[in-house]
């Protein structure tokens, strides 16, 4: 198995342990700063935060952070997952983008490119160039559609894929709140 389609079946599982049920309907806002190692992010108040201490062993090792939504579903939980991993080489991260994104068309049932959009991850004073890919798609059949939105940055032989995954059917709030954490990412 190649190690593209490795990285994109660990976020798909990553996505998928996330399911979740609950009824809470609270909302929530982006109030903290995570940091990890090599990146910050900010993280809505009320949020669920796993971290590999409390990562339960069906999580990809390659997961560095994961936030779960206060307001669940019987079917999905929305969420955001961190995944760091070394590359062989320094990559342009809108090669690493779309590399991604193809892996991700290859290894998703249902797959739909629903955009991208160009964006600036903030490091130094230029910044870093890459892009934030939408799409959904589904890893088998009897599960349901799940939208992603996700961003990729390389830098240093280093490669972040930063996952939000929620429903077509989302709370807007929820999916701002995805969206506002997802441009938060910058690197240290």
């Not at 160009?118 to 910044?127: A, F, H, L, S, T």
Request: with cysteine; glycine share 6%; net charge neutral.
């Amino acid at each position: 198995m190649s190690k593209k389609i490795a990285l994109i079946l660990i976020m798909i599982i990553t996505t998928s342990i996330l399911f979740g049920c609950g009824s809470d309907t609270s909302t929530t806002s982006v109030q903290t700063t995570y940091s990890g190692s090599g990146f910050t992010i900010s993280s809505p108040e009320g949020w669920t935060i796993l971290e590999p201490k409390n990562f339960t062993s069906n999580i990809p090792k390659d997961t560095v952070v994961a936030f779960m939504s206060n307001i669940k579903n019987e079917v999905f939980t929305a969420n955001i997952n961190i995944i760091q991993v070394v590359l062989d080489k320094e990559v342009d991260s809108r090669d690493y983008a779309k590399s991604n994104v193809m892996t991700a068309q290859k290894a998703l049932i249902s797959f739909k490119e629903i955009g991208k959009e160009d964006i600036v991850v903030p490091y130094g004073k230029d910044g870093i160039q890459t892009y934030l890919s939408t799409f959904e798609g589904k890893k088998n059949v009897q599960d349901p559609i799940v939208r992603f939105k996700q961003l990729y940055v390389s830098f240093n032989k280093t490669g972040y894929i930063i996952t939000g995954a929620y429903l077509p059917s989302e709370n807007e709030s929820i999916v701002k709140t995805i969206d506002e954490m997802l441009h938060s990412f910058s690197l240290k």
